[in-house]
């Protein structure tokens, strides 16, 4: 149903447009957004004119209910086809084409995204419409989204090129896309995963992700069957993940630690514990991912202003700046790929877990997972609090809040010398050579 997206009067050129006296409003679509602007003669004011205003009330107050309306729909659209990767949803060629692809309101989005289209049987063609023309394919033909789990290096590496040399925002990550694999030691174990065990996080926040990412889990907490838990997310109809997670720390600031992660599957309506092997590739990846998101969102080693002392002050001390996991990874190399582009690239180097960026005053390291930073030459740690927007237009690929965070701090830093909050001022003038 979330595919079926009406046209609310839009044209073939994604706008809708509605005249109010001498002038025009007009609302387009962004990405995964609507926007509402108005127009005299061909030109775009900047706010809404004061005629409309009194003259037409009633009428941008539509307008704007549609503008939400619209935004809301799309993100009902995404939600949807993002939760198709781990069963492989598939569509018919012909509908995909007039009713997605070439849909007024739906289109900007689909178009922004890699799809495969069966072009001969067992035969798969990638294709980003945005920047492509669709294959010849007949109405009947399959289409699904691509996935980087099952495609080449090569390719992907073309893809996230392709993404960033023709500035296409994808609206949730694809090519830029975390894969995780089975590793050695999860081989071995065969049954469960501590590939995320370990960590101190943020309970409240862990709580919230479970429910925006459909997980289902109880409510940790002092009372009795309340200090440990498994939060579960079912895959595909057949496939279970269950991650556990125990209460650390009852406070102002509680505290879970992670656990094992293990996989059921579901045999004649009750679900049987599964190998890792048996697990698809994709269900297994994505269910990864999701727990990798947990984690590096709510671990404490995130947290710039973490003062507790104990154990807790351990883990931060060690995992602040510790090795990348696989979204840090991922986050390096958009990186790679956008840095080359700003203002600031002379001043950049990406060494390792670190952004290094030159500074007038300072050289600064900041990590890649936890957006921490480092001053050279003594390696203190610079305690600072940026806006999560790097300044200027930066293009990125996608939208990820620690990336954003990251290239903000880069351009805050690049030009330390401008800097005037005093509390960052005195850190960085502190131990400056």
Not at 89 to 110: C, K, M, N, Q, S
Not at 179 to 205: D, G, K, M, N, Q
Not at 398 to 414: D, G, Y
Request: proline share 6%; with cysteine; net charge positive.
């Amino acid at each position: 149903m979330a595919l079926r997206l009406p046209d609310l009067g839009f044209g073939p050129d994604g706008a809708l447009r509605r005249e109010l006296g001498g002038h025009t409003a007009v609302i387009t679509i962004d990405g995964t957004a609507a926007r509402l602007s108005f127009e005299q003669d061909g030109r775009e004011l900047r706010s809404v004119p004061a005629a409309v205003r009194r003259d037409h009330k009633d009428a941008v107050k539509e307008l704007r209910d549609l503008v939400k309306r619209v935004g809301a729909q799309l993100a009902t659209l995404v939600r949807a086809l993002e939760g198709g990767f781990p069963a492989g949803a598939r569509h018919a060629f012909g509908w995909w084409r007039d009713r997605l692809v070439r849909h007024p309101v739906a289109g900007p989005t689909v178009r922004g995204l890699i799809w495969e289209v069966e072009t001969a049987p067992g035969a798969w063609t990638a294709v980003l419409p945005a920047i492509g023309d669709l294959p010849d394919a007949p109405d009947d033909a399959a289409v699904r989204l691509w996935h980087p789990i099952g495609a080449r290096g090569g390719d992907v590496r073309a893809w996230r090129d392709a993404l960033v040399e023709r500035g296409v925002r994808q609206p949730f990550k694809q090519a830029f896309r975390e894969i995780y694999r089975l590793t050695p030691a999860e081989e071995e174990a065969r049954t469960h995963s501590t590939r995320f065990a370990a960590h101190l996080v943020h309970y409240r926040r862990l709580f919230a992700l479970f429910r925006a990412r459909g997980w289902t889990s109880r409510l940790l907490g002092p009372w009795d069957g309340g200090a440990q838990d498994e939060a579960a997310r079912v895959l595909a109809g057949e496939w279970r993940i269950r991650f556990a997670h125990v209460l650390a720390e009852v406070g102002p600031d509680d505290l879970a630690g992670t656990d094992r992660i293990r996989f059921d599957r579901r045999v004649a309506g009750a679900w049987r514990a599964a190998p890792l092997a048996e697990v698809p590739p994709v269900v297994f990846s994505e269910a990864m991912r999701d727990v990798d998101l947990f984690v590096s969102v709510t671990s404490i080693a995130a947290d710039p202003d973490w003062t507790d002392d104990g154990p807790a002050l351990a883990y931060w001390e060690r995992a602040r700046f510790g090795e990348l996991d696989e979204s840090a990874r991922t986050r390096r190399d958009a990186l790679a790929r956008v840095l080359p582009r700003t203002k600031i690239a002379d001043r950049c180097t990406l060494d390792g877990r670190f952004l290094v960026v030159r500074g007038e005053l300072r050289t600064y390291k900041i990590h890649l997972g936890s957006a921490n930073v480092l001053m050279e030459p003594d390696g203190a740690y610079l305690c600072v609090v940026s806006e999560r927007r790097p300044a200027g237009r930066v293009f990125v690929p996608f939208e990820e809040e620690r990336l954003s965070l990251i290239l903000s701090k880069a351009f805050l830093l690049a030009a330390d010398e401008k800097i005037t909050d005093p509390s960052i001022r005195t850190q960085i003038e502190r131990g400056a050579r």
